[in-house]
């Protein structure tokens, strides 16, 4: 019921920036939580960062704390990822998903996104 647009990602160099963006449309609710996600090539899936949207509570993986930042348009709604200091394992496609709750769990996903490519140069 909800859908998902990611844009923003690209081609960058060790030590840049990008801001992700996760558009959303259709029925959210009040108790939806909006996270993402990253696959790299090979590997697993894994958590990113995820916000509550009735308190703006955030949760940020291990890997990404004091680098990545959540925030959010309400009225639109979109959810932005602000990346600073991107490394090479940073190189990924980055997920958008959204739940009922704040989750570091794909199996709370209701909806997700297509995906954008974010690349860090060696």
């Known amino acids: 019921q909800v859908q998902l647009v990611e844009s923003g990602g690209g081609l960058v160099q060790i030590g840049a920036s990008l801001r992700l963006s996760c558009e959303a449309s259709?029925?959210?609710?009040?108790?939806?939580?909006m996270t993402w996600f990253r696959q790299a090539p090979g590997k697993e899936r894994e958590f990113v960062a995820t916000?509550?949207?009735?308190?703006?509570?955030?949760d940020y993986s291990d890997s990404v704390k004091g680098r990545f930042t959540l925030s959010r348009d309400i009225a639109k709604p979109t959810l932005y990822l602000q990346m600073d200091d991107l490394k090479p394992e940073d190189t990924a496609v980055y997920y958008c998903?959204?739940?009922?709750?704040?989750?570091?769990?794909?199996?709370?996903?209701?909806?997700w996104g297509q995906g954008t490519q974010v690349t860090v140069s060696p």
């Open positions: 916000m509550d949207w009735q308190n703006g509570f955030t």
């Open positions: 259709g029925r959210i609710g009040r108790s939806y939580a």
């Open positions: 998903a959204a739940g009922g709750v704040p989750s570091r769990l794909e199996i709370d996903v209701r909806s």
